[in-house]
């Protein structure tokens, strides 16, 4: 049994001059780790409450709550010259762009690069703790109110060892990405991954995301998008999370019916919206419904596939799948099935979107010339038993 991460030797940073000692510090690093502790779940922006930091020289908790200025801090994020470590760092990224308006850089995302070398994707940080330093996490603070002060000590043990081991994991991980010739490729996924976290969503983002919006017209989905936008003008208004202002399902269903009557919006069940709100999704529909045709947004693409299309990809997903397995790779990072089905499209008549996410960077590095050769018959599959299993062989 491994050891475990109770009283992992930490500092309290909450006065300026600790802070800007310990930014003084990191500045000189090659590298620190990072997380952070928010809370997001009841307002429209996440309230950050935590800021944990870890050399192989020290262990720093930042709180924000204490009145510190965070400009070094947010300034060392995007500095291209300093790797920061993080752990499945999307949210950890996003909520950096907000608050610190800087573009975070030179990030290095522990989660992605265990996909590269046989740990598997998504894996905990508890999981990948235990594999590359043997250190047994105690998940014992998962929903505790970060809001509340004084932390207690335990609070800040939990958030210490959050980040306590990341730069010895991060050394280990490397290593073995080095070995297997893939240390760039988890970089470049590390930058995309930062790339998707600070982008502005864009109304054809939005719309692809809600489920159901692949069936309507031109007309319903300008209606959707003018729901979105008052949606979120609610939202930021009344600090709530955009989804509790009005559920993704009620935007589908108001795009289809049309309604602008207030007392007809009341009907539907899961709204609980008052009056004057109704009335202003009501004016929003009608103002979407009036738009002239040509301004209308794009049909979305359909997602269906045809009968072939459907053996072509599920043969295409078992034998991506073997050769992910024989070759220490996530199956699950490396692709997924819309993903895969443009790929197909794209060799076999030219119709798939571009850029084809498979036919670039690591992922066409890591499948490429296999895919091509399969999707233009240039290679034989064949199942054969092998010490009592079965084995796919690419001939």
């Not at 919206?273 to 999704?281: E, I, N, V």
């Amino acid at each position: 049994m491994g050891p475990g991460v109770s009283n992992t030797p930490h500092t309290l940073i909450t006065r300026d001059g600790e802070l800007n000692a310990l930014c003084a510090r990191l500045a000189k690093a090659e590298s620190f780790a990072f997380d952070t502790e928010f809370v997001g779940e009841d307002q429209y922006e996440p309230e950050i409450c935590l800021v944990q930091v870890a050399t192989d020289e020290e262990c720093a908790l930042i709180d924000p709550q204490s009145g510190v200025d965070l400009t070094d801090f947010w300034q060392l994020i995007g500095d291209a010259n300093i790797c920061k470590i993080v752990h499945a760092g999307s949210e950890d990224i996003a909520i950096c762009r907000r608050l610190g308006r800087c573009d975070p850089r030179n990030v290095f995302d522990l989660q992605i690069a265990a996909g590269m070398i046989g740990l598997g994707y998504p894996a905990s940080l508890a999981k990948l703790a235990k594999a590359i330093a043997g250190v047994a996490m105690h998940k014992s603070q998962t929903l505790t109110n970060w809001r509340k002060r004084p932390l207690t000590a335990e609070q800040l043990d939990y958030a210490a060892a959050d980040v306590a081991f990341l730069p010895r994991m991060h050394a280990t991980i490397c290593q073995r990405l080095r070995n297997r010739k893939r240390e760039e490729w988890a970089i470049e996924e590390s930058q995309r991954m930062c790339a998707n976290a600070v982008r502005i969503v864009e109304p054809d983002d939005q719309r692809r995301r809600l489920k159901g919006a692949g069936s309507l017209s031109r007309r319903e989905l300008a209606v959707v998008d003018a729901l979105l936008a008052e949606r979120d003008a609610i939202a930021r208004e009344r600090n709530r999370p955009p989804r509790t202002v009005l559920k993704d399902f009620l935007v589908i269903e108001l795009a289809r019916r049309g309604w602008t009557e207030p007392s007809k919006l009341a009907t539907l069940r899961g709204m609980s919206l008052p009056q004057a709100l109704l009335r202003r999704l009501g004016s929003a529909i009608e103002r979407a419904r009036n738009t002239p045709p040509e301004n209308h947004p794009p049909a979305l693409p359909s997602r269906e596939h045809s009968e072939e299309e459907e053996i072509i990809l599920s043969l295409l997903t078992g034998i991506l799948r073997d050769h992910c397995r024989q070759n220490a790779l996530a199956y699950s990072l490396l692709t997924t099935r819309n993903d895969l089905k443009d790929y197909a499209r794209s060799v076999i008549s030219g119709a798939g979107p571009t850029p084809v996410q498979l036919r670039t960077g690591w992922r066409h590095k890591a499948v490429g010339k296999l895919l091509d050769a399969l999707l233009s018959g240039r290679s034989t599959v064949r199942i054969r038993p092998e010490n009592g299993e079965f084995h796919v062989h690419i001939e």
